[in-house]
């Protein structure tokens, strides 16, 4: 990936808009504040230019199948155009969500986050009971929800629909930490994007507002979640649809099929220039 053209490429855009930065150390910070009994209300607040981030809806806290808190009012901040030094971009087309840098991609076990983590292309998760340990943060963004996603409010995002699942806590016990979880869909995009902490709910709050939309660069798609045998044509066709050219390379693999994709890079969620070429690796 020519990381620095993206660069340029955002750059230029946050040239013609003057806008304010992103609070992505509130959130790196929210995911050190545990178990704090408070919600948070976000609103959406766009730009004209070809990135732009999104405050989705409202959040909601529950304590034992008690009655939801008080909602606080409706509060709203103006995004940033340029990709900060200290964050980084996944993407499904052109959306993406920005993270920290020092955050992992699909720490799981079992499909539980084990540190924070943005979550991409997955793949097949084993099952075992595993509690998520208090304090981590993941950010899930795929092409389709992963779980049942039921939207509280719809809401308009630079003149694009999106949806609004609003955040609930589970309540926590002697062996559970409280855990938080809201979602947002953008049907037009085909893109969801799901946050969940053991830290508190602002966190889930904090992170739904880093989804930017990105003209000039499109994430590279998945293939583990196509299918566990995605062919060399099937792949292919994928990069095509979101104007991806593809190489191929060929490495023995046993006990994979022949021809399946084992590998791409740059890895599925990186934000690359439009028209750019990935490498696909496939089973020899």
């Given at each position: 990936?020519?990381?620095?053209?993206?660069?340029?490429?955002?750059?230029?855009?946050?040239?013609?808009?003057?806008?304010?930065?992103?609070?992505?150390?509130?959130?790196r910070?929210?995911?050190?504040?545990?178990?704090?009994?408070?919600?948070?209300?976000?609103?959406?607040?766009?730009?004209?230019?070809a990135?732009?981030?999104?405050?989705?809806?409202?959040?909601?806290?529950?304590?034992?199948?008690?009655s939801?808190?008080?909602?606080?009012p409706?509060?709203g901040?103006?995004p940033?155009?340029?990709?900060?030094?200290?964050v980084?971009l996944?993407?499904?087309?052109?959306?993406a969500?920005?993270?920290?840098?020092?955050?992992?991609?699909?720490?799981?076990r079992?499909?539980?986050?084990?540190?924070?983590t943005?979550?991409?292309?997955?793949?097949?998760?084993?099952?075992?009971?595993?509690?998520?340990?208090?304090?981590?943060?993941?950010?899930?963004?795929g092409?389709?929800?992963?779980?049942?996603?039921?939207?509280d409010?719809?809401?308009?995002?630079?003149?694009?629909e999106?949806?609004?699942?609003?955040?609930v806590?589970?309540?926590?016990?002697?062996?559970?930490?409280?855990?938080?979880?809201?979602?947002?869909?953008?049907?037009?995009?085909?893109?969801?994007?799901?946050?969940v902490?053991?830290?508190?709910?602002?966190?889930?709050?904090?992170?739904?507002?880093?989804?930017?939309?990105?003209?000039?660069?499109?994430?590279?798609?998945?293939f583990?979640?196509?299918?566990?045998?995605?062919?060399k044509?099937?792949?292919?066709?994928?990069l095509?649809k979101?104007?991806?050219?593809?190489?191929?390379?060929?490495?023995?693999?046993?006990?994979?099929?022949?021809?399946?994709?084992?590998?791409?890079?740059?890895?599925?969620?990186?934000?690359?220039?439009?028209?750019?070429?990935?490498?696909?690796?496939?089973?020899?």
């Amino acid at each position: 990936m020519n990381e620095s053209k993206l660069s340029e490429l955002l750059e230029q855009a946050g040239e013609r808009t003057a806008v304010n930065p992103p609070p992505i150390d509130a959130m790196r910070s929210g995911a050190t504040r545990r178990r704090r009994r408070r919600t948070a209300v976000w609103s959406a607040a766009g730009t004209a230019v070809a990135v732009a981030a999104v405050i989705g809806g409202s959040t909601a806290l529950t304590n034992n199948g008690a009655s939801p808190l008080e909602q606080p009012p409706v509060a709203g901040r103006t995004p940033t155009a340029t990709v900060p030094d200290d964050v980084r971009l996944v993407g499904v087309g052109h959306t993406a969500v920005a993270v920290p840098k020092d955050w992992a991609t699909n720490q799981l076990r079992c499909g539980t986050p084990t540190k924070n983590t943005v979550i991409v292309d997955p793949g097949p998760q084993g099952y075992c009971f595993l509690q998520q340990a208090a304090g981590i943060v993941s950010v899930q963004i795929g092409s389709k929800p992963a779980v049942e996603f039921k939207a509280d409010e719809t809401f308009q995002l630079n003149g694009v629909e999106a949806q609004r699942q609003r955040t609930v806590c589970t309540a926590s016990d002697a062996d559970r930490p409280t855990t938080c979880a809201g979602a947002v869909l953008i049907p037009s995009r085909n893109v969801w994007v799901r946050a969940v902490s053991s830290a508190d709910a602002e966190a889930v709050g904090k992170a739904l507002e880093q989804i930017w939309f990105i003209q000039d660069a499109t994430g590279v798609p998945g293939f583990q979640s196509l299918d566990l045998d995605t062919s060399k044509a099937d792949y292919a066709q994928e990069l095509g649809k979101v104007g991806l050219q593809a190489e191929f390379a060929t490495k023995q693999e046993p006990g994979v099929p022949k021809g399946s994709v084992i590998a791409v890079s740059p890895r599925p969620g990186t934000m690359v220039p439009n028209g750019s070429t990935v490498t696909v690796t496939l089973a020899g």
